[in-house]
């Protein structure tokens, strides 16, 4: 994390970065898969746009993404210990997950979203697991690749990956 009033570069903040700093704080993998697992669907569940342009809320989603994983840092440096902080998450998404039948979609909605609650529907099994396998996927995926330069380039590949990594077509085996 950086000092509070400390710019951080726009380039610097981009899945590679963040996920480098969030696998020394959680060092079990498991934990780990399912903190990035369950920011990307906390960041999501969240997102409300007002864009026109798709460039546009797509960066906005990977941004909320982004400010999640921060958020999760934050708190696991203020708590001394990534357990506490990770059961706050947790019970977060437990929530979010309980309430998928019962939540109001609209047009503003994140896509990606849209698209992981359908990857829920069309399959069976607990999402919370499904989460904490994505995340790890994710962390492969972003660890293959590497650090992008150039800010618009990291953010598109970041949407990619998270695209690729979350939602599942119907008929899709991979999990």
Known sequence: MTK?????SAEKR????????????????DD????IGYCVFGALSLFSHNTSSEEERRFEEVKSVYSRIEQFLSDCSSSQNYLSAICNLQGETERRVDDLGRLLLDQNSSRLFLELVDTFRNRVGNPLDRLRRYGLELDRAVEQRGVISGNRNSMIADYNDIQRCFI??????RD
């Open 32 to 35: 780990y898969g399912t903190v």
């Open 168 to 173: 599942r077509a119907k008929g899709d085996r």
């Open 4 to 8: 509070r009033g400390e710019a951080v």
């Open 14 to 29: 981009q899945l590679a970065f963040l996920l480098g700093k969030l696998s020394p704080q959680v060092p079990n993998m």
